[in-house]
């Protein structure tokens, strides 16, 4: 038999708080008289049966959840990439700079053998009395050619059009100027072109103000003579003196088919 001391260590080993035994236990502690009296049966009280119509409760929209939106990868990735691009596209913006559309009016001339490209300084065609195409006369009469050119066409001006998406920059200008006068050298060739002024010299035979006075080899124009324009000349007459001395140097050039 357990005594009441060893009973309890029993119990709250078993963790049980409340219990009750069946017959009353020797060396027990007396039971309290409240805990052995018979529980009362419990009545469940009838709930007045009550008939009511049947209403029909509105019903309302059912309160939406927020939608929470998680990132996917693929628009993290490509929100990440905006700022990146966006950098490449100023760094390219500032990189490449917007080159306008050279300006400038050339006119074609023949004299004798020769092929005459000129500047026109105002961009309008030569008269009989302008000083310019006058030092232009003095110079064909020097070098042996015909002093009364024959005008080739009309002036090629620069850019083509004024508005438009056609491409106006140096390269097609050079196309352009080139293309003018190898249609020209099929119709007749020539045994020197005469490029007078720094667009003839730039955009005909692809040289600078560098190149004055010599010969330039132009692929598919043959040899050409890079001058001056007239306007320089007669603002800076100490060069005429270059102009003669290379005049003379190339002069049998084209006097050998006179």
């Known amino acids: 038999m357990l005594i009441e001391s060893r009973r309890r260590a029993f119990l709250n080993a078993m963790q049980v708080v409340?219990?009750?035994?069946?017959?009353?236990?020797?060396?027990?502690?007396p039971s309290?008289?409240?805990l052995l009296l018979p529980l009362e049966p419990l009545v469940e009280e009838a709930l007045p049966a009550v008939v009511a119509a049947p209403v029909t409760a509105p019903v309302g929209?059912?309160?939406e959840r927020p939608k929470i939106e998680i990132p996917r990868p693929?628009?993290?990735?490509?929100?990440?990439?905006?700022?990146?691009?966006?950098?490449?596209?100023?760094?390219?913006?500032?990189?490449?700079?917007?080159?306008?559309?050279?300006?400038?009016a050339l006119q074609l001339l023949r004299a004798g053998s020769?092929?005459?490209?000129?500047?026109?300084?105002?961009?309008?065609?030569?008269?009989s009395r302008d000083p310019s195409y006058l030092l232009l006369k003095d110079m064909l009469r020097a070098a042996g050619l015909p002093d009364s050119p024959q005008i080739i066409g009309e002036p090629v001006r620069w850019p083509l059009l004024v508005r438009g998406n056609l491409d106006q920059g140096p390269e097609a200008a050079r196309d352009?100027?080139?293309?003018?006068?190898?249609?020209?050298?099929?119709?007749?060739?020539?045994?020197?072109?005469?490029?007078?002024?720094?667009?003839?010299?730039?955009?005909?035979?692809?040289?600078?103000?560098?190149?004055?006075?010599?010969?330039?080899?132009?692929?598919?124009?043959?040899?050409?003579?890079?001058?001056?324009g007239l306007e320089?000349?007669?603002?800076?007459?100490?060069?005429?003196a270059d102009v003669w001395q290379a005049m003379r140097r190339l002069m049998a050039r084209w006097k050998t088919t006179q």
């Open 18 to 29: 409340h219990w009750l035994p069946r017959t009353e236990l020797p060396f027990a502690a």
């Open 32 to 34: 309290r008289p409240e």
């Open 61 to 63: 929209k059912p309160a």
């Open 74 to 104: 693929s628009v993290l990735a490509k929100a990440a990439s905006k700022p990146v691009e966006a950098e490449k596209a100023a760094e390219v913006a500032v990189k490449r700079v917007v080159v306008p559309p050279p300006r400038f």
């Open 114 to 127: 020769c092929l005459v490209l000129v500047e026109l300084a105002t961009g309008e065609p030569f008269q």
């Open 176 to 228: 352009f100027v080139q293309g003018f006068i190898l249609a020209r050298l099929e119709e007749a060739p020539c045994t020197c072109l005469w490029l007078v002024g720094l667009p003839a010299v730039r955009f005909a035979g692809e040289a600078d103000e560098q190149a004055y006075y010599r010969e330039l080899p132009v692929e598919g124009l043959g040899t050409a003579w890079a001058l001056p």
């Open 232 to 240: 320089l000349l007669m603002d800076e007459p100490n060069r005429k």
